[in-house]
C-alpha cells in the first residue's frame, strides 16, 4: 500500500518473476520500506543489475574532513567534482600547478569550459586532443549515470554551440568510465611536470569525485614543491 503496487506484484519482485521492475517504482519501494542510500542502491542492483540513477545534491557539498585529504597531499594536485564538472574544491598543489582557481569566477571553475574555451589551460596540455576526447568520453558516462542532470545537459548545449572541437568530438559518441592515465602539463615557471592522474567516488557525496594529479618521478615533485612554496610566499 505505500508503494502503490499490488501484494501479487511485489510477491513476484521478490519471487525474481515478472520481469525487472521500472525505475519508477523502484523508488516508491525506497521509502516504502525505509531504505537508506545504501540500501537503494542494493535494490536497484537486486532488481535490475545495476546502480539506481544518481540523485545529486542541488548545491554540491564539500565537508571539511574532505577538504583536509585534499590539503594532505602536498605535491599531489587535486580537485573534486560534480557530474557537470564544476570544481567545487581543490588543495594547493592544484592551484599551483593546474589552475588558480580561486582567481576565477565561479562558473569557469568547470574543467571542461577550461579545456574547450581557456587558451591557457588548452596550451598547458601536451597532448591536448587525447585529453580532450577522453574528457568528452568520461563526461557522457557522468550525464548518464546523473539521470540527465540538467546543468550537465546545458553545459553540454553550450559546448556544442561555442566550441567546434567539442562538436566534433561529441559527435563521435566515444564513451569512457575511467578518467586515468598520464599527463604532460607545460607550465610557465616550472616547464613541463608529469602527473598521473585517477578519478575515485567520494564516498557519501552522492555525484562527487575527486580526482588526483600524482608526480611521477623526483624532479616532478621537486618542481611542484617550488610553485606550491612560491604561491604561498606570494600569497
Known amino acids: 500500500m505505500r508503494a502503490n503496487v499490488s501484494v501479487a506484484w511485489y510477491t513476484w519482485l521478490e519471487q525474481g518473476r515478472g520481469g525487472p521492475p521500472s525505475d519508477e517504482v523502484l523508488e516508491r519501494l525506497v521509502p516504502a520500506l525505509e531504505l537508506d542510500a545504501a540500501g537503494r542502491e542494493m535494490l536497484f542492483l ?43 574544491a581543490w588543495n594547493a598543489a592544484a592551484a599551483a600547478v593546474l589552475t588558480d582557481y580561486a582567481a576565477l569566477p565561479v562558473r569557469e571553475r568547470n574543467v571542461l569550459r577550461l579545456l574547450f574555451g581557456n587558451k591557457g589551460a588548452r596550451g598547458s596540455q601536451e597532448n591536448w586532443e587525447e585529453s580532450a576526447r577522453l574528457a568528452v568520453g568520461v563526461f557522457r ?95
Do not use: C
Open 46 to 88: 537486486l532488481a535490475q543489475q545495476r546502480p539506481p540513477p544518481l540523485h545529486p545534491a542541488a548545491a554540491a557539498q564539500v565537508t571539511p574532513a574532505l577538504q583536509r585529504v585534499l590539503d594532505g597531499l602536498r605535491t599531489s594536485p587535486a580537485i573534486v567534482k560534480t557530474p557537470s564538472w564544476d570544481v567545487v
Open 141 to 235: 558516462i557522468d550525464v548518464a549515470r546523473a539521470g540527465g542532470d540538467p546543468e550537465a545537459d546545458a553545459l553540454a548545449a553550450e559546448l556544442l554551440e561555442s566550441s567546434a572541437e567539442f562538436r566534433r568530438l561529441y559527435a563521435e559518441n566515444e564513451v569512457s568510465s575511467f578518467w586515468g592515465g598520464v599527463k604532460h602539463f607545460r607550465h610557465p615557471d616550472a616547464g613541463v611536470i608529469t602527473l598521473e592522474y585517477s578519478a575515485f567516488a567520494v564516498s557519501g557525496a552522492e555525484g562527487l569525485s575527486m580526482v588526483v594529479f600524482s608526480p611521477v618521478t623526483d624532479g616532478d615533485e621537486r618542481a611542484i614543491e617550488r610553485l606550491v612554496a612560491s604561491a604561498a610566499a606570494v600569497g
